[in-house]
């Protein structure tokens, strides 16, 4: 057996190596990101994170969907202090101030325009052929949703105005060429795309593009929002995170982050309502929360409001706890079970 094997690594015109050790598998970069509940989303762990691979984050116009790439990208960057970042650019409506505004090194994002599919897809091929094996990446595309293919803009050029059809191929074939070079290199890609609903009798959201975005995605996420009001007034939404497919967290997984008009992304958000699920926080009366002594199951004595739980102090030692990892990963991440099930 051993000798065959080493024949057949010997004669293969691809590098090769055994399973056991290979380093596509045993050796994926995680990066954490400062929002626990995110990592949730594209891990099912707190401490997990973005992965190589493809990410792709769809919704609504003004849905948060930059923004949470470019939390992925901060991440990145603190990570690897040699790490450049390729922001690829279609809709220019990212302005510098939204770098700055997470503390993101602009010397270190190369800005890349983009017209069409085509144009994108050269591009990126070539820029990720060229990589070495120790180069750190973070891709970012902002966004195929709004990206032309080159028949329609030639088309546009030309006073034609025929449906194109070729749109759709282009981007399968995109994404089927990248795919590859993103784990083998261990890059990370993030796709901000649209969605579009159906014209079902029980209309839904699914991400535009066509199949071809979803079958080579790691992770995708359809995002939805709704308000959080002062009386009247609105201080800013809830983003959910609805999990539509993912090979770590469990598909249908909704996860809310909070973000305000003055004060940005809530960093604990998501957390409260797992937390009372799970019973590491109660409600001793309306409106207040207590949190509970995770080896005694005693409740604090102490009563707070629900901003006060938004802090690092309330939840430093929860989310530390190995009891409360461990609820979250089995909540959210998809379980490492046989395949086949054994007759009883």
């Known amino acids: 057996m051993s000798t065959l094997l080493e024949r057949l690594k010997k004669a293969g015109s691809i590098k090769s190596t ?8 045993t050796s994926k970069d995680i990066i954490p990101t400062s929002v626990p509940m995110i990592n949730v989303a594209l891990s099912g762990r707190l401490d997990g994170g973005i992965t190589s691979g493809l990410t792709v984050l769809a919704g609504p116009s003004k849905h948060f969907k930059t923004a949470f790439g470019l939390v992925m990208m901060k991440a990145y960057l ?9 922001f690829y650019d279609s809709e220019f409506g990212t302005p510098q101030s939204y770098f700055e505004s997470l503390n993101i090194d602009i010397d270190r994002v190369l800005h890349v325009p983009i017209k069409n599919i085509e144009e994108l897809k050269f591009d990126i091929v070539n820029q990720l ?21 080159k028949k329609e803009t030639d088309d546009a050029m030309d006073g034609k105005s025929v449906a194109d059809m070729t749109r759709a191929k282009q981007l399968k074939s995109l994404f089927r060429m990248v795919t590859p070079y993103l784990t083998l290199k261990d890059i990370p890609l993030v796709a901000i795309n649209h969605t579009y609903q159906t014209q079902e009798m029980f209309s839904k959201q699914v991400v535009s593009g066509g199949t071809g975005v979803m079958y080579s995605a790691d992770n995708v996420w359809i995002i939805g929002r709704r308000q959080n009001k002062k009386g009247t007034e609105i201080e800013g939404y809830d983003f959910i995170i609805n999990v539509e497919k993912s090979r770590f967290v469990k598909e249908k997984s909704k996860i809310s982050i909070s973000v305000t008009w003055e004060g940005g992304i809530k960093k604990w958000s998501g957390l409260l309502d797992v937390a009372i699920e799970g019973g590491f926080v109660v409600k001793p009366s309306n409106g207040w929360y207590s949190k509970v002594d995770l080896d005694t199951g005693e409740v604090d004595d102490k009563k707070v409001r629900a901003t006060e739980t938004e802090t690092d102090d309330f939840w430093k030692d929860i989310v530390t706890n190995i009891k409360f990892q461990e609820y979250i990963k089995t909540k959210y991440a998809i379980g490492q079970t046989s395949l086949i099930a054994e007759e009883t």
């Open 129 to 149: 052929e060229a990589l070495d094996e120790k180069d750190n990446l973070y891709i970012m595309i902002d966004s195929i949703g709004n990206l032309a293919s």
């Open 18 to 25: 055994q399973l056991s050790k290979s380093t596509l598998f």
């Open 78 to 86: 603190d990570k690897y202090p040699d790490a450049i970042a390729m």
